[in-house]
């Protein structure tokens, strides 16, 4: 039997701000909410949290955290969640370990049961090292491991995360990641991310929420919104798709992984995954040119056959984004108008997309 969604329909008015949204997300993996500052990605996140209050309902599953018709308003320290704000807010007198038994100390559950999650937490995040040492000498990024390791060993319902790695630099964000993808993988309870950064959202979202000014711009599975006009627009140069896949085969001569992609494959570098591991590869649109013909002699050596699917004018006149069907996979193309008209390309059009670049990031 598969576990309801969830289900938030939500509506804050303030003079300075409207928020008005009605979403069902999966009640498994990570959803990212994504939009610009100011769109209501993390007023949404405190309204499920329970920290700000809205008009509307709440429903985690086959949970009410809310109902304004029945009159059901469960205070925050009662709902069953994890909240990872974008400071860690660690408790600077207690140590690392101190710190995860806070949360357990608060809760009425049976302690092998607590030390088993414990561990477990302590595993997912890869602190074990750090349990003796002082909050305060710990990196942002290390901070950060450890606040959603303390979130977690409560055994939440739904883990909630407002922009984990906004406060950290590029060195403490690539610390990070590879924990968070891990969490992606791993985790078997459902994740709300709040983001505005497209590399996160591509490495750890299965389903994605687009708010722009309080209100729901698009929503979807990944894939399905990596081809949404609205996304490309707000991606701009950085537009593309990512595909979910695995590795084939290792040529180990030239350091390269081949994986499935539709009707074909990819090469890509490769990153030490083993064959028949799943990764996810993402391909930028300013990354793929097309052809009416497989050209023989090319330092291109990705080159996909597909149907050109749509055509969407961008924000410049003289560009168009072309959307490609290659079997059950799309990509996406940014040329001239002027190319199109040259090359006679029109939906429907077959193609031949050449994949410039593809990268692997999972």
């Known amino acids: 039997m598969s576990t309801p969604p969830i289900s938030l329909q939500l509506a804050v008015q303030r003079a300075e701000f409207n928020l008005a949204i009605t979403i069902t997300v999966p009640a498994r993996g990570v959803t990212v909410l994504f939009g610009p500052s100011g769109s209501g990605k993390t007023t949404v996140l405190r309204c499920v949290a ?63 049961a607590a030390r088993v999650a ?16 002082s909050t305060v000498n710990l990196s942002g990024g290390e901070k950060q491991r450890v606040a959603i390791a303390r979130a977690l060993v409560t055994q939440p319902r739904i883990l909630l995360l407002d922009e984990p790695l906004a406060s950290l630099d590029i060195a403490r964000r690539k610390e990070i990641l ?23 959202l591509a490495r750890l979202a299965d389903h994605v929420v687009m708010l722009d000014q309080g209100r729901v711009s698009a929503s979807g599975h990944l894939q399905e ?76 050596q990705n080159v996909i056959s ?9 924000a410049h006149a003289s560009q168009a984004l072309v959307t490609v069907r290659c079997g059950e996979a799309m990509l996406l193309s940014r040329v001239t108008h002027r190319a199109l008209a040259t090359l006679q390309l029109h939906t429907g059009s077959p193609v031949w997309c050449q994949v410039k670049s593809a990268a692997l990031i999972d």
Request: hydrophobic share 45%; with cysteine; glycine share 10%.
């Open 225 to 300: 919104i990596c081809t949404h006009p609205i996304m490309a627009m707000a991606a701009g140069d950085e537009a593309g798709v990512v595909v979910e896949s695995a590795i084939q085969r290792i040529d180990r001569e030239f350091h390269l992984a081949e994986v499935g992609f539709g009707n074909g494959t990819l090469w890509v570098r490769d990153g030490g995954v083993p064959a028949g591991a799943p990764i996810r590869v993402r391909i930028l649109a300013r990354d793929v040119s097309l052809a009416t013909s497989a050209q023989g002699s090319s330092t291109i």
């Open 118 to 133: 414990l561990d477990d937490a302590i595993d997912l995040l890869g602190i074990g090292s750090l349990l003796d040492r």
């Open 50 to 112: 329970g920290l700000e209050r809205a008009s509307g309902q709440i429903l985690i599953g086959d949970e009410v955290w809310q109902d304004d018709q029945r009159q059901i308003f469960v205070p925050t320290w009662q709902r069953e969640l994890g909240f990872v704000f974008q400071e860690a807010s660690l408790f600077e007198h207690l140590d690392v370990r101190r710190n995860l038994e806070f949360g357990l100390n608060r809760l009425r559950i049976e302690r092998q």
């Open 178 to 200: 590879p924990w968070l993808e891990r969490l992606h993988r791993e985790l078997q309870i459902p994740v709300i991310y709040v983001t505005h950064s497209l590399d996160e």
């Open 306 to 314: 597909g149907v050109i699917e749509s055509i969407t004018d961008e």
